[in-house]
Structure formats: structure tokens, C-alpha cells
């Protein structure tokens, strides 16, 4: 916040932020006529979509005072994009301008009374937000004057001709020394002490109350060769103090973090052993070998493979020294001829020394893991430091922007050490100093509670030279890429990617991913998207990762670069044949959500069809993206040890919603799940699945996603939980720490016990004790199968195949859930014979069947019957083999309600019901977390450990709330995910509002989410199956309809003919049940779209029902005109819709809501009905033009996937 006075002495509290694009219709406002002779005519929406900085000033009312919007290149036309430089330097060769010092104004606008005080608020606040940059040039016609306000900052040095037309342009200068200029280093001494308490004092007093009021003077005065205390100064006060020391203890950092990249941090020795014997003989005869563990959420291994030679670090010393005068003379303007030095070419020599990159394709570790842990091999250092350490640092929150400029002060007392490390408590909120440093890797071993930080000497240099490869740099880039695990791949596109470069796919891109999150597409050309193919950068200059983006896109004369990532292969490799390298660049890019594609009726549309660019089959790509907006756009960085137990639905979709968080880069996201991230497309070649599926993700949806490029993944079983200490203990014996941790573990089915029933006594189920609660403790029979997951699927799959299941042998399938019906069905089709199966039902826990839909299940009935399965219902089981030994199982027992019986057995499948796992159960009663059937929790996820949340079937809500019916598996998986994600941003984003505590009256309240529950798969006689519901507790369909407000059902065709389709209208007119079962597949995720929709939206379903029009559901929802209610930006149309019916537009009547309103609480009495007078009154106001507008400006801006509907001007 700052405070402006205007020269009649009015005061404006003001704040700066970026510019939106809601900011638009104000700046335009704010825009005269010598602005526009000043920069020309301008669209400023094109201005800001091709802005790499825009800065919009507000007053405390965020009332638009000023706006000034920056490039990276010259307005005018004065120079080309790509090769400005040469020109300036032309212009004045003392102004020592690159690209990265360097913005230049193209526009500037604020209202006229605060217009200078607008000015300098605004530029010191762009020079704070870009440390590296030094200059801001203005180009305008040279017969023009700056005006009053830009002439007070602003410093003519020359003129330069217009490339298109005869005309000069004046440009003016702006430097950052007026502004915010770069601080004064020095040794620190005794009297800074009373200006530096203040400063510590603001964040911390452990020091004084530790040490004692004068630590710091004291600190001060133990300076020796070993430790130097140094400070800031601005205008003789010191504003910043850092304590720096060459003793590091290295064995320490050796034993806890991966120091590979960097050598240790140690100078090279002929004694070091860098590999192990094993990777020196594999090296000799493979090109590229990955020796290291993954790079926390980037999955990036860094490795040293040559030290830097004495003679190349004496170079760079003597770069940075000469880099470091030429800033000292930056700050006294241009006071004399500062060169720019020739290092680009030294630097070669770090490019093949200092931290080779290694890329780990972006896969879950669950398919690296080994049935026998190896033990990786950490190379030994015996050279000398080559590190000193930061201890202390503290510096004025106005000036810590220009914390970088104590570097190359602290380097310079050390001139025999090339790294700066700093350890910090992994919760410490990343700072400006820090952001410049690398993170290092811990190993997985590691228990210090600290993150460490890298920076090298190197990464001073701000003569960076960025432009196109050539045939001449191959030698370089091999060196570079040598040890990559796509160095070839990297190296063929270098050798031909002027026949490799091409644009993106576009138009499929624009139709496939919400790319227009983050640009407006119609104001970027085909030829300004790129397609990044690889990204390797040495990690000494990591921090200039943005800068190298940001020139790739100038000089390329791109807009936007994406960068895919696709799904690792089958076999086990490490990606397919499409895939990239790993970008470094990958957290400096943001996700790109997918979008939900409709399922259209090709042959039915026929010319009215999309192109094949947006209705082919997806490519199944994780896209990211970046583009000239986002290459100064800072993200908010979390540390914390995010930790989810449980690869269920609730916990993907809380791991996605933290993903795309697009603002926010979590580091330290990590899942443990027994087999690793789903959607390894185990069984991709088989179209029946065993289990049925709740639609919440699919294999396609875990391939457009990624989360294995951002998530951490441990591959094992919790079987405890320190929550004194915060870390879990996994069945392996290891521990994770955790900050915050999620469980999402869910139920699982359970491995049934046995009554131990003698069915000789012919007993039943009266006479047998309850073994419903029992825990089966014995060993697991080999032939027993309890599926919960793919992976269980994929090894009932596989011994099937290999035991010759599918000719000989009877098959169980015990169980009364939907997945008992899915199995059956898929062993059918697996070529089982019906007469070898036996579904065993065993008593209902209650009245509700697992499809609740009598005309369904008496089809599936018939289709079980007509296969040959055999049908046993309300038994229990009793035994396995007699009582011997179970494993293998070859006869299992039951006992029913009359006689008990005895059945041969090959293979058992068991779908009892589902419960917590024991393992899972013991590690929270351990912990002493409150458990009552279920983990308990209250409304905002919590367990009894403030740390510690959980969500969906394990949880149940605390009797306080007297709800014990509803539980989180009566809503949507993946909307209970998405609101977990949403109570936990709360405690890591700034940008959200606070969470205000709810009225003592409404905490006992629980949370009623609206989204659908969904179940669905291939039911017994090759029934394509689909079922929507809304969230409810689970109550007999006969019971439903029975109730006087139950609402309408419309039905159309016969479950048994495989034609079955019934809606559900409820009283509202609102869609709220969906049953299919057809023998034909359906286009699921379209019906899914219907959930919810007014029935009127369905094109008058009811009266066209009622009029006997529609004999056939399923083809009614294949007619073009209902495509657009599929379509996944459809329900913004009806949010714009309802605001425009809400809002007020006419001054004089009321808006269409408040008149129903009125109509409702008889304020008013219209003399016809409430609807037709509503109705009059829309078509006679404005109401009815602008909902027309606004429904053609949805069909014409997305006409590419619904170019079926016709809109004025088509004809």
C-alpha cells in the first residue's frame, strides 16, 4: 500500500496488482487523444494478451487509477522482435541493454490528478517484481512531447529511424537507480546494530531471548577469514545482514542430500568415486544410464560428470567481477563506456562440467520398484569444500527484492569457493533470495527436518545469450545431454528440427484442453503456438529458466509454447515412442486441465459433424503450457509434506485439484498406495472389466492428467502412524514424514471367514453362528481373489490364462454386490462356460439391492439363467475343503435358510461386503485417532489431529451432527476429493478470501454436496449398464415412488429386449435419476451430462413424453439439437443466462428474477398466469435480445464442436 496526493492536496490509499482482463472496459476509459498519438491506436486486449507485464494500479475502493503495460521488444515498429539489441547498442553503446535488463512501455494510461504520483508507483513496483531489470525504454514519434507526467521519469538518449516509413521515433529512457535502485554491500560493523535489531526483531526473538541482546554486535565483532558478517545499506542505514561461514559440515549434507549435480560441493580429487562398478561397465556399452532417484514433484536427476577446471572458474570469477563493477556503474547512470564481456563461450565449459541433466520419464515409481530394494550407490568425495554457508539472514521486507545483491559481495570474500548453500525449515515460505538457489534432493534416508539450497558463482552472470541452434553447436549440446536418457532422441531433433519444427495441432489442442483458461485464442495466430519437444538446462542457471522461456518466444516470434507429456508404455520402458524428455522447465509451465468431449452421432450429423481435428480419438496427452503473460508471472510455492494415503477416487481428485492449481507449485505432493497411481491400462485389451466403475476417472483421464510428473509416489502399505513424530510407518519398516496428512484408503472387500459349519449335521443358517464381523486370519488361498483394484484384476486375469480356467474347473463368485454381476459377465466373456459357474448370493444385510431397479435385475436373471450360471441365494459360507486345508480351495460349503450344499472349486471370488482393511485399522487406532465403525471426522475433513483429514468410505461424520445416515459414500468420490482440496488451499493460497467460522447455530451442520452418484458396467447377458442418481440415502425405488412428491418417471423400451432408458423428473421439473441398460454401448458421458438439467431444457421432454413423440430415449439423445447440453462450457451459458435474468438492466422495472419474487409474495397480483405474464414481460424488455445474444455468442464461439447449429448469417 501506498498513499498518493494529488497537487490540490486530495489523498488516494493505492496498491498495485496485474491486470486483468475485466480491466479492460476501465483502461479504455482512461485512454485521450495524446495517448493515443503518443503509443498509436491500440486493441488493448491483443496489447495485454501479448504483454509480458501488466500492472494495474487501484485505490482502496479498487477503483482504476493508472495502467501501464510492458513487452519485450520495441513498440513503433522501430526495430524487429527478434534483433532490437543491435540497434540500441547502435543507438548508445553505453546503455549496456540486453534482453534481460530490458522492457519497453507500450502504454501507459491513469487518471490525470494522480497521473505522476500513478507513474512512479507503478515503475518502482515493476523494477521490484523484475530484479533483473535495469532499463524501460519508451519509443514515440520524435515530434511529440512526453506530456507532463512521463517526462518527470523518463530521460531522452536518441533517435532511430521507423523500418516501414520515413520517420523518427524519440526514445526515452527510465532507469531502475530513480526507482528502486540496487543496494549498497558492504562489511558489516558494530554501530548497524541499532539499525538491524529492529528488522530481526520484526520476525523472530528467539535469537535475543537465546543469546542475548547484543548477539548481533557480538557476531559482528567474531568476524575472522572463516566468518564475514556483511550488510545493505540505503542512505547510509542498514536495511539487510547476512552471516556467512566457510565451514560446512559436508559429511552431513553428503549423507542426507543427493550432491551429485554439484560434486558434493567439494573441488574434484583423483581419489573420488563417482560410480559404482556396475554403472562403469554398463556405461561402456550403453549410451545413457540413470543412476539417481527422482527430483521430488519434477522428477529431474541431476548429475555431475566433470568438474569445472581452476582455468574456467578464474574466468568466471573474472566474468562476474567485471558483470558485478558494470551494476555498480549502472547505478550512477551510464557515467562511462561499461562493455559487455565475452563469456558465452567460457561458459561452454560449465555447460559440460557443472550438473549434467538426467531425465526420469514422468511415471509412477510403482513400476521401478523391485521385489528386492536395491542399494544405491552414492558416489565418495575426498576434495576440499568448495562450499561456504549462509547463517543468517535478515533484510527489510521494502528492499527484499534485492536480496540477490549480496552475492556477489559474499563471493567475493570467499574468492577459493564456488557454491553458497543455505538449510531452511522445509515450512519456511520461500523468499526472493531463495528463489535464485537450487533445491536439492534429499535422499529418501534423510531425517534433518531443513531443505538445502545450492546457488553457484556462476549464476551471477547476466550476459546470457539466447538464439537459435545451429549445425555448429552440436558438439556442445552432445556434451550437455551426453548422460541423458533421451540424449539421442534430443540430438536427432537438433540435427534436423528445421524439418522437425512445426506447429502444434492446434485446433485439436483448442477443442481437447481448456488452453483458453490462460489465452484468448482469436488474438494469436496458427504460427505463434510452438511445440516444445526437449528442455535441458544446467542447474547453475535454473533461476533463468522464465528469462530462457520468455526469449524463446521473442525470438521465435511465438505466443505460446506447450509442452506434452505422454503416458508411459506397457512394456516397461521408460516412455513410448512419442514421448519427450522431461523438461527441467516443467513447474515454470502450468497444467492445462482436459476437456470433457461430446459423444457425437457421426453418421446422424453426416456435413453437420465436427472436423476429424476435434473428433478423432483422443492422443491421451498431458498438456502444459506457457505463453507471454505467464513468463513473469510468479507462482506461490508450497513446502509443505502434503502426504495422501490411498490411490481412491477422493484421493486422485484431491491430488488433481492441488494440480491445477495453475497459480501454486506444490513441491512436496507424495502418495502412498499399495500399487502405485492407477491407470496402467493392466487391462486395456479387454473390454469387459471385472469391477463395475463409478465414473470418476478412467484410464484415459489418468493419461490426461500426469499426476506422476507432479505427485511423489511411494509404492507400499501404512501400517502406522507417529503422530508425535508426524511420519507414517509403512509395511517395509521406512517412514514418510508428513505436514498434513490425507487419508483416503476407502473400503475394501474382505476376505470372507468361515462359519466352520459341518454341513454333514445339515445345518442352517439359524443354527450357524454370525461370522460377519470375524476377521479372517488364516493364510489366503492361492486360488482366492478379493478384487478391489486393477492390479487384483490383472492377477485373477492372469491365472485364469495360465491354469486353463476358461476349459476345466468350476468358479465361485460369492458376494450380493454389483461387482458379483460385472465378474460373471466378464468370465462369459472370457469364454468360461455359464454351467461352471456359480454366483453365490449370501443374505441381504437389508431390503436395498445392490440395483434397486426390479425390471433390471429380473433381466439380468434371465440372462444369468440363459448362460447356465447357477444361482444360490442366502447362503453362508460354511467351509473351505472340508475343513482342511484351504489353499488351494478345491470345495467350498454353504448353509442356507433349508439345506446346506457343497460345490467343487478352481477359483473363488469373493465381493462380501466392503470394509476398512485391518492394517489400515490398526495404524489409526494406534494413533489413538477416534474411530467408531468408521474414522470419524467433522465437517471440514478433521480428524481429533489437527494434521491430520481424511475423506470418503472410510470416514463417518461425529454423532455431534446426528447424521450418522449420511456418510461420505453417499455423495460423488470425486466432488468429496475436489472439496477436500478446496478446505486445504485455504491454508496455503493468499489469493483466497479467509475461511470465516459458520454460526454456532449451522457447525452442527453437515456439508450436502450436489453432485451425481454414478455406477455402471456389463452386466450378465452383455447389458451395457449405467445408473445416476443424486446424493441420498439409499431407500427401496418402490418406497421412492410411493411418495406423493416423488415427481414423474418416463420409461422407454424393455429391459429384456436390451432397449431400457428411465429419467426420473422430480417435482422441480429437475432431472434426478438415470437408469440404462442397453445390449448396445452408449455414450455414457453424455447421459452424464443430463444429471440436473430442467426438463424444459430437454427440449419440452415431459409434454413430448405425454404426447407420446418419444418411443426411444436412446435415440432422442443422439438428435442434433440436444448436442449442446453435452457440451462441457454448456452450464457457463446458463450461469451467463441466469446473471442476465437476475441483473437489473433497465432502470425503471424491475429485473425477471425480482418479479418472480414479488409475483411469489403476492407484492403483485397479475391479472393473467405467473408464467405467461413472466413470459410477456421478457419478450416486451431487453431480457429477451440479450439472452438471445448471449445464447448466439456461445454456439459461434464454439462452433468448431457445434457446428450443427445454424445462427444468423450461416444462410
Request: charged share 20%; glycine share 4%.
Amino acid at each position: 500500500m501506498s498513499v498518493l496526493t494529488s497537487p490540490r492536496g486530495k489523498v488516494e490509499v493505492v496498491h498495485c496488482r496485474r491486470t486483468e482482463s475485466q480491466d479492460v472496459y476501465c483502461i479504455k476509459s482512461l485512454i485521450r487523444k495524446f495517448t493515443c498519438k503518443l503509443f498509436g491506436k491500440l486493441n488493448i486486449i491483443y496489447l495485454l494478451e501479448k504483454a509480458n507485464l501488466a500492472v494495474t494500479l487501484c485505490n482502496d475502493k479498487e477503483e482504476i487509477m493508472a495502467q501501464a503495460t510492458f513487452l519485450d521488444y520495441p513498440n513503433w515498429n522501430v526495430a524487429k522482435q527478434d534483433d532490437w539489441v543491435s540497434v540500441f547498442r547502435e543507438l548508445d553503446s553505453d546503455i549496456p541493454c540486453t534482453p534481460l535488463n530490458t522492457l519497453f512501455m507500450h502504454l501507459f494510461v491513469a487518471v490525470d490528478e494522480y497521473s505522476v504520483g500513478c507513474c512512479k508507483e507503478i515503475l518502482r513496483t515493476v523494477y521490484k517484481a523484475v530484479p533483473e531489470l535495469h532499463f524501460i525504454f519508451l519509443i514515440v514519434p520524435s515530434y511529440m512531447s512526453l506530456g507532463s507526467t512521463l517526462i518527470t521519469v523518463f530521460d531522452q538518449v536518441g533517435n532511430i529511424p521507423c523500418l516501414t516509413y520515413e520517420e523518427d521515433f524519440a526514445v526515452h529512457m527510465c532507469h531502475r537507480h530513480s526507482h528502486y535502485p540496487q543496494l549498497h554491500v558492504r562489511k558489516a560493523r558494530v554501530e548497524d546494530h541499532d539499525d538491524l535489531m529492529p528488522i530481526f526483531m520484526r520476525y523472530d526473538t528467539i535469537l535475543k531471548e537465546t543469546y542475548g541482546e547484543y548477539f548481533l554486535a557480538e557476531l559482528i565483532e567474531a568476524q575472522d577469514e572463516e566468518n564475514h558478517a556483511v550488510v545493505c545499506e540505503v542512505e547510509g542505514t542498514a536495511v539487510g545482514f547476512m552471516s556467512v561461514c566457510s565451514r560446512v559440515n559436508m559429511q552431513l549434507l553428503h549423507e542426507c542430500f543427493d550432491l551429485g549435480p554439484f560434486h558434493g560441493l567439494c573441488f574434484p580429487h583423483p581419489d573420488d568415486v563417482l560410480e559404482s562398478p556396475q554403472d562403469l561397465s554398463v556405461r561402456r556399452s550403453q549410451d545413457a544410464e540413470l543412476r539417481s532417484s527422482s527430483q521430488g514433484s519434477q522428477k529431474i536427476v541431476e548429475e555431475l560428470q566433470e568438474p569445472v577446471s581452476p582455468d574456467t572458474m578464474e574466468n568466471i570469477q573474472g566474468n562476474i567481477a567485471r558483470e558485478a563493477a558494470s551494476e555498480e556503474a549502472l547505478t550512477a547512470v551510464h557515467s562511462g563506456n561499461v562493455s559487455e564481456p565475452e563469456d558465452i563461450e567460457k561458459l561452454s565449459d560449465i555447460s559440460t562440467g557443472y550438473a549434467q541433466y538426467h531425465h526420469v520419464s514422468s511415471r509412477s515409481l510403482a513400476s521401478l520398484i523391485l521385489p528386492e530394494e536395491p542399494v544405491h550407490f552414492r558416489p565418495i568425495y575426498r576434495g576440499a569444500s568448495a562450499a561456504f554457508c549462509i547463517q543468517l539472514f535478515c533484510i527489510d521486507e521494502k528492499y527484499e527484492a534485492r536480496s540477490l545483491d549480496f552475492m556477489n559481495f559474499v563471493f567475493s570474500l570467499f574468492s577459493d569457493k564456488n557454491f553458497c548453500v543455505i538449510s531452511l525449515p522445509h515450512l519456511t515460505p520461500e523468499f526472493f533470495l531463495i528463489q535464485n538457489f537450487v533445491k536439492m534432493v534429499p535422499f529418501n534416508t534423510c531425517t534433518l527436518e531443513q531443505d538445502l539450497y545450492v546457488f553457484h558463482r556462476a549464476g551471477l552472470l547476466k550476459s546470457i545469450d539466447i538464439r537459435f541452434a545451429t549445425l555448429l553447436d552440436t558438439p556442445g549440446v552432445e556434451n550437455l545431454v551426453s548422460t541423458l536418457m533421451l540424449n539421442k532422441s534430443i540430438l536427432e531433433d537438433l540435427d534436423h528440427y528445421n524439418k522437425a519444427r512445426k506447429d502444434p495441432d492446434i485446433e485439436y489442442i483448442r477443442s481437447h484442453y481448456n488452453i483458453e483458461d490462460f489465452i484468448y485464442f482469436s488474438h494469436h495466430q496458427r504460427e505463434e503456438h510452438g511445440h516444445m519437444h526437449h528442455f535441458a538446462l544446467n542447474p547453475i542457471f535454473r533461476h533463468y529458466t522464465k528469462f530462457f522461456l520468455k526469449e524463446i518466444l521473442r525470438l521465435g516470434f511465438k505466443s505460446c509454447l506447450y509442452y506434452r507429456v505422454y503416458p508411459k508404455s506397457r512394456e516397461g520402458k521408460f516412455q513410448n515412442p512419442y514421448a519427450h524428455s522431461l523438461t527441467s522447465a516443467l513447474h515454470y509451465l502450468v497444467p492445462v486441465r482436459p476437456r470433457r468431449q461430446i459423444v457425437y452421432p457421426l453418421e446422424k450429423l453426416g456435413i453437420n459433424a465436427p472436423s476429424k481435428a476435434v473428433s478423432k480419438d483422443p492422443m491421451s496427452y498431458a498438456l502444459n503450457h506457457t505463453n507471454r503473460k505467464l513468463t513473469l508471472e510468479p507462482k506461490i510455492t508450497v513446502n509443505a509434506k502434503i502426504i495422501v494415503v490411498g490411490a481412491s477416487s477422493v484421493g486422485i481428485s484431491f491430488l488433481e485439484t492441488l494440480v491445477f492449481c495453475s497459480h501454486m507449485k506444490f513441491n512436496n505432493l507424495t502418495l502412498i498406495s499399495t500399487h502405485g497411481l492407477p491407470g496402467k491400462k493392466l487391462l486395456d485389451t479387454e473390454q469387459r472389466k471385472f469391477l463395475a466403475s463409478d465414473h470418476c476417472f478412467n484410464d484415459k483421464d489418468y493419461a490426461l492428467m500426469s499426476l506422476c510428473s507432479w505427485v511423489n509416489v511411494v509404492v507400499g502399505r501404512m501400517t502406522g502412524i507417529d503422530r508425535a513424530a508426524k511420519h507414517v510407518v509403512l509395511s517395509t519398516d521406512k517412514i514418510v514424514p508428513y505436514d498434513h496428512l490425507i487419508l483416503c484408503t476407502g473400503q475394501q472387500y474382505q476376505v470372507p471367514c468361515p462359519t466352520e459349519a459341518d454341513i454333514s449335521q445339515h445345518l442352517t443358517n439359524r443354527e450357524v453362528p454370525n461370522s460377519s464381523q470375524r476377521r479372517y486370519t488364516g493364510k489366503v488361498p492361492c486360488n482366492h481373489f478379493t478384487l478391489n483394484e486393477e492390479e487384483d484384476c490383472f492377477k485373477a486375469l492372469t491365472w485364469i490364462r495360465n491354469n486353463s480356467i476358461t476349459t476345466e474347473g468350476n468358479i465361485i463368485v460369492y458376494g450380493n454386490t454389483i461387482d458379483t454381476y460385472t465378474t460373471v459377465e466378464t468370465l462369459l466373456n472370457l469364454g468360461v462356460s455359464g454351467s461352471r459357474i456359480h454366483l453365490v448370493q449370501p443374505p441381504p444385510a437389508s431390503t436395498i439391492t445392490c440395483i434397486n431397479n426390479y425390471s433390471v435385475e429380473s433381466a439380468v436373471a434371465d440372462a444369468l439363467g440363459a448362460a447356465g450360471v447357477t444361482m444360490y441365494r442366502d447362503a453362508i459360507l460354511a467351509q473351505w475343503n472340508d475343513g482342511l486345508h484351504p489353499d488351494p480351495i478345491y470345495s467350498a460349503s454353504f448353509t442356507t435358510p433349508t439345506k446346506p450344499f457343497r460345490l467343487q472349486c478352481s477359483m473363488f471370488f469373493s465381493f462380501c461386503e466392503k470394509n476398512v482393511d485391518y492394517e489400515t485399522f490398526k495404524a489409526l487406532n494406534d494413533a489413538c485417532l477416534v474411530y467408531d465403525s468408521r474414522l470419524v471426522i467433522d465437517t471440514n475433513f478433521h480428524t481429533n489431529d489437527i494434521a491430520i483429514r481424511a475423506a470418503g468410505s472410510l470416514t463417518k461424520f461425529s454423532s455431534r451432527y446426528y447424521s450418522n445416515e449420511w456418510t461420505h459414500s453417499n455423495f460423488s468420490s470425486k466432488e468429496v476429493g475436489f472439496q477436500l482440496a478446496a478446505a486445504m488451499l485455504h491454508l496455503f493460497d493468499p489469493t483466497l478470501e479467509p475461511v470465516t467460522e459458520p454460526p454456532a447455530n449451522l457447525d452442527r451442520l453437515i456439508p450436502m454436496y450436489k453432485g451425481a452418484k454414478i455406477q455402471g458396467g456389463i452386466l450378465p447377458g452383455s447389458y451395457h449398464y449405467l445408473h445416476i442418481a443424486k446424493p441420498a440415502i439409499p431407500t427401496p425405488l418402490e418406497v421412492q415412488m410411493a411418495q406423493p412428491n416423488y415427481g414423474l418417471e418416463l420409461v422407454t423400451g424393455s429391459a429384456k429386449n436390451g432397449t431400457y432408458f428411465r429419467i426420473h423428473i422430480n417435482k422441480y421439473k429437475m432431472v434426478e435419476t438415470i437408469t440404462c441398460l442397453s445390449r448396445e454401448p452408449f455414450p455414457a458421458s453424455n447421459y452424464i451430462r443430463l444429471f440436473g438439467q430442467h426438463e424444459q431444457l430437454l427440449n419440452n421432454l415431459c409434454a413430448r413424453y405425454d404426447e407420446n413423440l418419444i418411443t426411444d430415449l436412446y435415440s432422442y439423445f443422439t438428435e442434433p439439437w440436444c448436442l449442446a447440453l453435452f457440451h462441457d462450457r454448456f452450464i457457463d451459458l446458463r450461469k451467463e443466462l441466469r446473471q442476465i435474468l437476475a441483473s437489473k438492466e433497465e432502470e425503471d422495472l424491475p429485473s425477471i428474477e425480482q418479479l418472480a419474487h414479488q409475483i411469489e409474495d403476492e407484492e403483485i397480483n397479475p391479472t393473467e398466469k405467473p408464467r405467461q405474464y413472466l413470459k410477456r414481460v421478457f419478450e416486451e424488455s431487453i431480457y429477451k435480445t440479450l439472452v438471445e445474444r448471449s445464447t448466439l455468442d456461445y454456439l459461434h464461439y464454439n462452433r468448431y464442436h457445434l457446428p450443427m447449429y445454424a445462427w444468423p448469417g450461416i444462410i
